[in-house]
């Protein structure tokens, strides 16, 4: 059979939502903590690079946790925690809708040709749904019906670096992995997809860009973001890209053989 366009494409495209989307782990998750902290009366504070240093612990409560633990010297009441959460969940979609958090290069240029050319799109996050609708909604109005599927957190109980939440969009998509690419931030998010079989383009955000490139040694590619024309992709490790704009075809190098 002669080969088409579409032969040359990845089935489908995952996309990772916090980092990769928008910055919204800087700029958005970190605010919103530090919002409710502030509205709790409580005098905790993380700067950018503490908030980098507490992202290897996925999960907000978790994260939350393992802090009240430093610096409380106890374990904390579950109650708290879980209060603490829902405040910071109001503040990050109130951050959301009020328009702080704009998407990164090339996420919605790469987006369009994915939905052009018929490549099936999905969410895979391990936030929550009450934090990646909202965002969805407000950055991606005319794309967000193009998704196939979402799987957030609430859908998995093991949260990345498992590769739990891969593989069941996998399953759910009825797509293999070979045919499959992941574009994800974090070394957390490049397991879980390269747990799940998945090659994985790692674009680095402001969260992730200071981990040594080893961090990235699974990834098939690394760029500084998806390049826009005016603003061209650099390549850190991975196939050249001429013009610095990736694309299906810059993507579909990245398949496994
Ligand atoms: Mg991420």
Redesign the pocket.
């Known amino acids: 059979m002669p080969r088409t366009d579409s032969d040359r494409w990845p089935t489908a495209l995952l996309w990772?939502?916090?980092?990769?989307l928008a910055e919204t782990?800087l700029q958005g998750h970190r605010l919103a903590f530090n919002r409710a902290f502030a509205e709790a009366g409580l005098g905790w504070h993380w700067d950018p690079p503490t908030y980098r240093t507490l992202l290897a612990i996925s999960g907000g409560q978790e994260r939350m946790r393992h802090y009240a633990l430093s610096v409380e010297g106890h374990e904390p009441d579950a109650d708290r925690i879980a209060a603490l959460q829902r405040s910071k969940q109001g503040h990050y979609r109130q951050l959301v809708l009020a328009g702080e958090l704009q998407l990164r290069p090339g996420v919605a240029r790469l987006m369009g040709e994915a939905a052009t050319a018929s490549v099936v799109q999905a969410i895979v996050t391990t936030s929550g749904r009450d934090a990646v609708e909202p965002l969805l909604q407000q950055l991606l109005p005319e794309l967000r019906p193009q998704l196939a599927l979402l799987v957030c957190g609430e859908d998995v109980v093991r949260k990345k670096p498992d590769p739990q939440a891969y593989r069941r969009a996998l399953e759910q998509l009825k797509v293999a992995p070979e045919d499959c690419l992941a574009i994800?931030?974090?070394p957390q998010?490049l397991a879980a997809a390269v747990g799940a079989g998945i090659a994985t383009l790692v674009t680095q955000?402001l969260a992730t860009a200071e981990q040594p490139p080893a961090a990235f040694a699974g990834a098939a590619a690394l760029v500084s973001h998806l390049g826009e024309s005016n603003e061209p992709a650099l390549v850190l490790h991975g196939p050249p890209c001429p013009g610095g704009l990736i694309s299906l075809g810059y993507l579909h190098q990245l398949l496994q053989p």
């Open positions: 990772d939502v916090d980092g990769t782990e994800e931030d974090s998010g955000s």
